[in-house]
């Protein structure tokens, strides 16, 4: 196994092919049929059709929460939180803050010029989060206050476009501050045209935290450290793999967030149900034990998620797949357009 380091997954990308708005339609964005050793030039909508009567789609039923909260300090200082993580039925939360000077513990952080959070104190791996308490529901304090928590590559304020396709069709479980992007294109005329062929589906749940888009500093990429995100893996889906595997069907995971939860919940040995965190960090040399096919948007580059799909379909391909694209003028990263792979030992 060849030895990589965070250089062999840079490439150089205009800008201009940072996709900053949705395609019209979610199924009409375009999909790089990258499954052979040449690269197939396809429409989403085309999926059903790459798939197989049998196969298993799995997806990533979690729900993007609006979690970017404006506000200020008692002082008049400006104050912007990311809400990284909700805790179900308490009224706390972990967040991202960023103001000219971090407020200590026991500071009461106007929010929305609508309600007061109490600063509880550092929290989060190395202290980088704080800990809030909200006076009611997160959530509800949240979905009425709170902005879409867009990437910092996109750079036009939230508006009522992005509260809609900044969601996937299928979104269920809240507490994503950041979309499994991937399922963004997926209507309810493909669903539809899946069921028809035969493709069963079935879910899983990963909260994507902001750490998605934390980059990659070490040149040895042995010495990053992955961020933590919550995750579950029901018992159905288990049953549903299990069944598809034994009638010579695939698994098809519906972007990284769902093959992590999926490979997560294999990671000592065989497929189990399960919930809990996981920082599973995917580079090249990994035992893959669940997902067979990939579909997964265009990802950053020097990225985990880069490192991620070049383990899955190999180092190689995936950058020539990545020149075709850049080549043939697809759209990047959460509202860009889309690619279909194989896993290499499949």
Do not use: C
């Not at 979610?26 to 798939?51: C, E, M, N, Q």
């Not at 960090?281 to 990225?303: A, E, Y």
């Not at 998620?305 to 697809?330: N, Q």
């Amino acid at each position: 196994m060849p030895h990589f380091s965070l250089s062999d997954f840079d490439f150089d990308l205009p800008p201009e092919l940072v996709a900053q708005h949705p395609a019209p339609e979610r199924s009409g964005s375009r999909l790089l049929d990258g499954t052979g050793p040449v690269p197939v030039d396809r429409v989403f909508r085309d999926l059903p059709a790459l798939l197989s009567p049998g196969d298993l789609l799995v997806v990533n039923d979690t729900r993007v929460i609006k979690a970017r909260l404006l506000g200020e300090k008692p002082t008049g200082g400006a104050v912007e939180a990311l809400v990284e993580r909700v805790f179900p039925g308490t009224q706390e939360v972990w967040a991202h803050l960023r103001a000219s000077k971090s407020p200590r513990p026991g500071t009461v952080v106007r929010f929305a010029d609508a309600f007061d959070a109490l600063v509880l104190g550092r929290a989060g791996p190395e202290d980088a989060l704080f800990h809030l308490r909200f006076p009611d529901d997160p959530f509800v304090l949240l979905w009425r206050h709170g902005h879409v928590p867009l990437p910092p590559y996109i750079t036009h304020d939230d508006s009522a476009e992005d509260e809609a396709r900044y969601q996937t069709v299928f979104a269920d479980k809240p507490g994503a501050v950041a979309a499994p992007t991937a399922s963004l294109h997926f209507d309810d005329a493909v669903l539809a045209a899946l069921a028809a062929r035969g493709v069963q589906r079935a879910t899983v749940t990963l909260h994507v935290g902001a750490g998605t888009f934390q980059p990659v500093r070490a040149e040895n990429i042995a010495e990053h450290r992955m961020h933590s995100e919550w995750y579950e893996v029901p018992a159905a889906t288990v049953h549903a793999i299990e069944a598809t595997r034994a009638a010579g069907g695939r698994v098809v995971a519906a972007g990284t967030t769902a093959l992590r939860a999926l490979e997560s919940a294999a990671r000592d040995g065989g497929l189990r149900a399960r919930q809990g965190e996981t920082d599973l960090f995917i580079t090249p040399g990994f035992d893959f034990r669940v997902v067979d096919r990939l579909v997964t948007n265009f990802h950053l580059p020097k990225s985990t998620l880069m490192m991620l799909v070049s383990a899955f379909a190999g180092h190689a391909h995936v950058m020539a797949l990545y020149r075709h694209a850049i080549e043939s003028r697809y759209r990047f990263f959460s509202y860009g357009d889309a690619m279909l792979l194989a896993r290499t030992d499949s």
